[in-house]
């Protein structure tokens, strides 16, 4: 596994909940912050709303493993659980209120992007005034390839090579990452491999 940098990078996104239920998608973005390619960020609020959403994508793992997966993301990332954003929740304002949350845990953590699957939950006129940009997943990790195509092939290289049950190849990653609504980021690594 890549190890982390000493210093954190200075670019913060904030991951939804929604592209930290699939496995393969959040390990891949987890790796690619392991890198310093990016600071990633989150709230309690988002993994509690992962927890519970780990039922649809993922019913055949068992919640105290999903629990012991997010326990791991906050001891590997000390500094990605952003406090202290309730208070800024309702002074926002989005077509969905119930993605008020996860603008103002951004603001708070000075995120310069918010990665959801999906984006029109967070119109860019509303995040315009925060300097904050919406990068659904595969846009996300489409730039990091482009900032660094040799750290991405090591990434998507070593989680396959470390995953024994069931043993993955970089292809059988790559297929799942597909399926994780990464389907541009998956052709673009497959030629570079």
Not at 4 to 21: K, M
Not at 42 to 55: G, K, N, P
Not at 115 to 131: K, M, S, W, Y
Not at 177 to 189: I, N
Request: charged share 20%; aromatic share 6%.
């Amino acid at each position: 596994m890549p190890q982390p940098s000493l210093s954190p990078a200075p670019y913060a996104a904030l991951l939804d909940g929604c592209v930290l239920v699939p496995v393969s998608l959040a390990d891949t973005l987890l790796r690619v912050a392991e890198c310093n390619l990016y600071r990633p960020l989150w709230s309690q609020r988002i993994i509690d709303e992962a927890l519970s959403a780990r039922h649809r994508g993922h019913p055949e793992i068992p919640a105290p493993q999903f629990v012991d997966r997010f326990d791991q993301m906050n001891a590997a990332f000390e500094a990605a659980l952003v406090a202290g954003w309730e208070r800024l929740e309702n002074q926002l304002v989005l077509t969905g209120p119930n993605d008020r949350h996860v603008l103002a845990a951004a603001i708070r953590g000075s995120a310069g992007s918010i990665v959801p699957n999906n984006t029109r939950d967070f119109p860019a006129a509303a995040l315009q005034e925060f300097d904050i940009e919406v990068t659904d997943p595969d846009q996300f990790l489409l730039d990091q390839l482009d900032l660094a195509p040799q750290v991405i092939a090591t990434v998507i290289r070593e989680p396959a090579g470390d995953t024994r049950r069931p043993s993955l190849s970089p292809q059988d990653l790559l297929s799942r990452l597909a399926l994780a609504s990464v389907p541009t980021f998956v052709d673009e690594v497959r030629r570079l491999l």
